[in-house]
């Protein structure tokens, strides 16, 4: 996989938004189940191309090491043959002296070609570090919002729990309501009221009865009152005619 493409997708998913996702998702708990997938699997690809790219770093940074040291080492067998063909040429042997000075010419040419192949992959190195700072960084990201994915699935599944829990002590409630009338004991209450109405009503009648009979029992007071006094005057009438 392409280092731009790995890069590109680690920078899409560091920014996403996690509670925009989850607004817009109809099932947030399947939807953040198939993002930790998703993190994870790329975060596996992610470290893979990133160990290459690191890896391909290391390997042109080895050879920049090789071709600095080359460099170095050639200078010196440079100097080391130019002193020799120095000292041949002051004891009066020119041949031997050219000789020398060739093979420090030669070493300097290598000296030169080494130096030319070090500088010419410092630039490349130094691009290639910076991408991989940048993927390692991005890596990191991605594994703070793959705990953060997982963070928030764990909270939205206890929320969801929770959620149930309540819903079912509130189903529980309501069915022993004795103020719901859909309910038994609220049918139950019902009847109990309608069946001490009539007890009342009963009672309310007898006592009406009672009352009845003691205003007939006055009623006969009277009326035995009236006949007692009648009599008596009948009484005293003949009385009087008799007496007159």
């Given at each position: 996989?392409?280092?731009?493409?790995?890069?590109?997708?680690?920078?899409?998913?560091?920014?996403?938004?996690?509670?925009?996702?989850?607004?817009?998702?109809?099932?947030?708990?399947?939807?953040?189940?198939?993002?930790?997938?998703?993190?994870?699997?790329?975060?596996?690809?992610?470290?893979?191309?990133?160990?290459?790219?690191?890896?391909?770093?290391?390997?042109?940074?080895?050879?920049?090491?090789?071709?600095?040291?080359?460099?170095?080492?050639?200078?010196?067998?440079?100097?080391?043959?130019?002193?020799?063909?120095?000292?041949?040429?002051?004891?009066?042997?020119?041949a031997g002296a050219d000789k020398f000075d060739n093979l420090a010419k030669v070493a300097l040419s290598r000296?030169?070609?080494?130096?030319?192949?070090?500088?010419?992959?410092?630039?490349?190195?130094?691009?290639?570090?910076?991408?991989?700072?940048?993927?390692?960084?991005?890596?990191?990201?991605?594994?703070?919002?793959?705990?953060?994915?997982?963070?928030?699935?764990?909270?939205?599944?206890?929320?969801?729990?929770?959620?149930?829990?309540?819903?079912?002590?509130?189903?529980?409630?309501?069915?022993?309501?004795?103020?719901?009338?859909?309910?038994?004991?609220?049918?139950?209450?019902?009847?109990?009221?309608?069946?001490?109405?009539?007890?009342?009503?009963?009672?309310?009648?007898?006592?009406?009865?009672?009352?009845?009979?003691?205003?007939?029992?006055d009623d006969l007071g009277e009326l035995t009152e009236v006949d007692a006094r009648l009599a008596a005057l009948?009484?005293?009438?003949?009385?009087?005619?008799?007496?007159?």
């Amino acid at each position: 996989m392409a280092k731009q493409s790995i890069f590109g997708r680690i920078s899409q998913l560091v920014r996403a938004n996690i509670n925009a996702l989850i607004d817009q998702a109809e099932d947030p708990q399947l939807m953040l189940d198939q993002m930790v997938r998703d993190y994870t699997n790329s975060i596996a690809d992610a470290e893979a191309a990133i160990a290459e790219t690191i890896g391909n770093l290391r390997l042109l940074e080895d050879d920049h090491r090789e071709d600095v040291e080359a460099a170095r080492e050639w200078g010196e067998k440079a100097v080391a043959a130019s002193r020799k063909g120095d000292e041949l040429r002051a004891a009066g042997d020119a041949a031997g002296a050219d000789k020398f000075d060739n093979l420090a010419k030669v070493a300097l040419s290598r000296q030169i070609s080494s130096e030319n192949e070090a500088k010419a992959a410092e630039p490349q190195i130094a691009a290639q570090t910076e991408v991989v700072d940048k993927l390692k960084a991005g890596l990191n990201g991605m594994k703070e919002k793959l705990v953060q994915l997982q963070n928030k699935r764990s909270e939205l599944v206890a929320r969801a729990k929770t959620a149930q829990a309540q819903k079912q002590v509130q189903d529980a409630v309501k069915s022993i309501d004795i103020l719901d009338p859909t309910s038994d004991i609220g049918r139950f209450e019902d009847k109990i009221r309608r069946e001490e109405a009539v007890v009342r009503g009963q009672a309310e009648l007898a006592a009406s009865s009672l009352d009845a009979q003691f205003n007939e029992l006055d009623d006969l007071g009277e009326l035995t009152e009236v006949d007692a006094r009648l009599a008596a005057l009948k009484a005293g009438g003949s009385q009087g005619a008799i007496g007159g």
